[in-house]
Nanobody, 123 residues
């Protein structure tokens, strides 16, 4: 498995931006489909975005489409999530995850998870 560590969370006002990073180690990063998920208090973990092995394909939840951008740098073993035009409803713990499947967006299909980073958006 690959080990994942998120960073970049914090407190931001509505309309602001944050960039999350996820550093990977342990296995060949480029061999994994990577995803971002989030979990708000009292809610289930939900899919945010995913990116293919070499970054050619990306997919977003409708709730973040047009505001968030996922990217990866395989040379640096790092996954990113640029979050713009943040809303209070984006407040959650954000997790990065990895899977050896060819493509999926289901949390249960992801094998490795980071510890999460808190994002809080104030109104």
């Amino acid at each position: 498995q690959v080990q994942l560590v998120e960073s970049g969370g914090g407190l931001v006002q509505a309309g602001g931006s944050l960039r999350l990073s996820c550093a990977a180690s342990g296995r060949t990063f480029s061999g994994y489909v990577m995803g971002w998920f989030r979990q708000a208090p009292g809610k289930e973990r939900e899919f945010v975005s995913a990116i293919s092995w070499i970054g050619g394909s990306t997919y977003y939840a409708d709730s973040v489409k047009g505001r968030f951008t996922i990217s990866r740098d395989n040379a640096k073993n790092t996954l990113y999530l640029q979050m713009n035009s943040l809303k209070p409803e984006d407040t959650a713990v954000y997790y990065c995850a990895a899977t050896r499947r060819s493509w999926t967006t289901f949390p249960a299909h992801f094998d490795s998870w980071g510890q999460g980073t808190q994002v809080t958006v104030s109104s």
